[in-house]
């Protein structure tokens, strides 16, 4: 499965740009919903992710949990998650499932009460 389908890429650039063009006028950011949600099955790694830079669309922005008890927004390199292997040739997945239903923020707070991503 791939990680992002077409869809959810064109809508993590469109993100991007927007706040990029934000940064460059007012430095206000937009505060997005995630667009998907990305796991680990052999591990509490969870990543919420709502942009993709559009200079370096492997650069994404979202919140990051590494099932250590301190969830944190910030940016990640989706090859460095394609890239992880575990037991049985397991790879990292995208929840098929998941609808945002906050936005990145609403989720970073609720994260950061309960210690991990709730979602």
């Known amino acids: ?8 890429t064109e809508q993590l650039l469109n993100n991007g740009r927007v706040n990029a063009a934000h940064i460059g006028v ?3 950011t937009e505060d997005f919903k995630p667009v998907v949600k990305i796991f680990c099955p052999w ?5 919420l992710i709502s ?7 492997d650069l994404a922005f979202g919140l990051c949990d590494l099932g250590f008890g301190c969830p944190e927004l910030g ?3 989706l090859s ?3 890239g992880v292997r575990g037991p049985g040739g397991l790879t990292i997945e995208r929840d098929i499932h998941f609808n945002a239903t906050k936005t990145l923020t609403e989720y970073a707070d ?6 991990a991503i709730v979602a």
Not at 51 to 57: A, R, Y
């Open 1 to 8: 499965m791939k990680l992002l389908t077409n869809t959810q």
């Open 80 to 82: 460095e998650i394609e």
């Open 110 to 115: 609720e994260a950061y009460r309960a210690g």
């Open 26 to 28: 007012d430095g206000k």
């Open 75 to 77: 940016n990640v390199r």
């Open 43 to 47: 591990t509490g790694a969870t990543w």
């Open 51 to 57: 942009e993709l830079d559009p200079e370096d669309p």
